[in-house]
């Protein structure tokens, strides 16, 4: 894990746009030099006045549309510019973010909410953009800017110089306190948002339960807490900048009253002359003012830092890939799968098991029921030979090969899923049946589609394969989502096939069109299917019974029947129960 620090890291990123961040630099110093000659033309046409130099007046006022006309310039190129170097800036991390996200192992989404993470790359992203755009411009550009009126008014007067340039030092101080504070401040408010981002994200995304189980109270009261966190820590972060503001304008005001009357003094004095004066005021809003911001834009940098570190913290966390993994490399043989005393613990810890000593072989083309009651291990196998973990212990082979001995990309590509909850993604149904394979052609998508009972479905919507589906297939009843989820799985053509309770969800009809799309699916295909109904898999060619993480008995439904064991006795229950539910 790198050990740079947050700002260091950020510069990489700014280094790649080097001719970008030249351009700001001289907009930044010609920005300089104009206002430094608002300060002299104040001087040149304050002086013509006294003097009564009329003459002088059309030069003036040409002088004046000059400096007006490249002020205009410049602002525009140095606005367009950070602008500029603040998206690309902002838009490489979030590339950069999303590529490590991708990589992340299983564990790590186990471990972090999903809308922690979609803070990350909302309101921290901007935050980043933000400090390699405006404020660390402002951070260069503001030092610059008063270190050159500080030089103007040596020219003018030095004594006067000397009283306003105080203000510097001070400035400093105020920014160097109040700015580790605001950091802290901003770490906490980011967490805080990123929790109740993840709140909302689960309560949008449940509607039909909060309405059916009235949560409505509920859920505001919840909220209003997460709210109210977020306004305690907005209100101390609001007191410490005003009070960093206040401070810092209290010394500016009075830095500036003292300049003025003593510049008042030496005019009264006859020892400076009118013209002067008014350059002098000028100078000294360019001197007051960039101390007077420096504070307010070393918390901004603070802040932005805060979340560029929680940024790289994502992009710091190990992953399973060293690279983005090519599409297209599905296998199309298979001889046999053997999980060799496998035991498994999401703590690595002996005392906390979820799997213990798993043994059992599938040959290619058999059908491998995998049943017991909830929390016997069934899903935690399923991730383990999906590659989403590793065994703690024991070894999975296909062909001989141990898994850890392959490619992750490699090892997956043996296996297709249907899972219980069925993932869909939002756009259109092309994009989700192709998401089996990219590289299929029409003809091989539409052939899927009707494998799987999707198809005439599918062709009396308005829109046919292009008809938008909505967030996580939302327009789309239940049996037509698995339907595609299953037409998917159809077009990948992977040796192994994985069905996670695909009908449990189902009512009776759409269960039945399922079931028939799943057997024309596992038709030369191996299957390890985790089976609720055992009336579905009593022709597997073998089941495994699952209790307490241990597989206790394995065999073929008659066999297992007659040891009059674990099977048969959850086989037995759930005839009663269907036998209750009829009578």
């Not at 005001?253 to 030496?266: C, E, P």
């Not at 495994?544 to 229950?573: F, I, P, S, W």
Request: one cysteine or more.
């Amino acid at each position: 894990m790198t050990t740079k620090s947050p700002f260091t890291r950020l510069l990489k990123y700014m280094s790649r746009y080097k001719l970008i961040y030249v351009g700001l630099v001289i907009t930044m110093l010609i920005g300089i030099v104009l206002d430094l000659s608002v300060a002299w033309f104040l001087s040149l046409i304050t002086n013509a006045a006294v003097k009564l130099e009329v003459e002088n007046w059309s030069n003036l006022i040409l002088l004046a549309l000059s400096i007006l006309i490249c002020l205009g310039l410049n602002t525009y190129f140095d606005t367009y510019l950070k602008q500029k170097a603040a998206l690309k800036v902002r838009n490489d991390v979030r590339l950069d973010t999303l590529n490590h996200v991708l990589r992340l192992p299983q564990s790590y989404y186990d471990k972090n909410h999903s809308g922690e993470l979609l803070t990350r790359f909302t309101s921290d992203n901007q935050a980043v953009g933000d400090a390699s755009g405006n404020i660390i411009m402002g951070l260069l550009r503001n030092p610059l800017l008063a270190i050159s009126a500080f030089i103007y008014l040596l020219s003018i007067h030095w004594p006067l110089a000397l009283i306003s340039m105080s203000i510097g030092p001070l400035m400093i101080l105020v920014g160097k306190l109040f700015g580790e504070a605001m950091r802290k401040k901003s770490n906490k408010l980011q967490m805080a948002i990123g929790t109740t981002t993840s709140f909302l994200q689960d309560v949008l995304g449940a509607s039909i339960l909060v309405k059916l189980f009235g949560l409505e109270k509920k859920i505001s009261k919840q909220y209003q807490q997460y709210s109210n966190e977020i306004s305690e820590i907005e209100r101390s972060q609001g007191k410490i900048q005003g009070t960093a503001n206040a401070v810092s304008s209290g010394i500016a005001n009075i830095t500036f009253m003292i300049a003025i009357l003593v510049a008042g003094y030496f005019v009264a004095k006859g020892e400076l002359e009118v013209g002067a004066m008014l350059a002098f005021i000028q100078l000294m809003n360019y001197l007051v003012q960039p101390f007077s911001i420096l504070p307010g834009l070393w918390s901004s940098m603070q802040q932005a830092l805060a979340g560029a570190d929680r940024i790289f913290q994502i992009i710091d966390a190990p992953k399973e890939y060293e690279k983005l993994p090519n599409e297209g490399g599905i296998k199309t043989s298979f001889n046999e799968l053997v999980v060799s005393s496998v035991s498994f613990s999401y703590t690595n810890s002996e005392d906390s098991l979820a799997l213990t000593n798993v043994n059992f072989r599938v040959n290619a083309g058999q059908t491998v029921a995998i049943v017991g009651t909830s929390g016997g291990g069934k899903s935690t196998l399923l991730k383990l030979l999906l590659g989403l973990y590793s065994p703690t212990q024991g070894a999975i082979e296909i062909d001989g090969r141990n898994k850890e001995s392959m490619e992750l990309r490699e090892y997956r590509d043996y296996f297709s899923l249907v899972p219980q909850d069925t993932v869909l993604f939002s756009g259109t149904i092309r994009d989700n049946i192709l998401d089996g394979n990219r590289m299929a052609d029409e003809e091989s998508m539409i052939a899927a589609a009707k494998k799987a009972n999707a198809y005439d479905f599918i062709m009396k919507l308005s829109q046919g394969f292009d008809t938008e589906i909505g967030e996580h297939g939302n327009r789309l009843s239940g049996g037509q989502k698995q339907r595609i989820a299953i037409a998917r799985a159809i077009l990948r053509d992977a040796p192994i096939l994985l069905l996670d309770e695909a009908t449990a969800a189902l009512d009776n009809e759409s269960e039945k069109i399922v079931q028939d799309a799943l057997a024309k699916l596992m038709i030369g295909r191996t299957t390890l299917v985790i089976a609720h109904r055992l009336t579905t898999i009593q022709n597997s060619d073998m089941i495994l019974v699952m209790e307490n993480g241990r597989l206790v008995e394995q065999g073929k439904h008659d066999e297992l029947l007659q040891l009059c064991g674990r099977y048969h006795t959850l086989y037995n229950a759930q005839f009663k129960e269907k036998d209750y539910v009829l009578s």
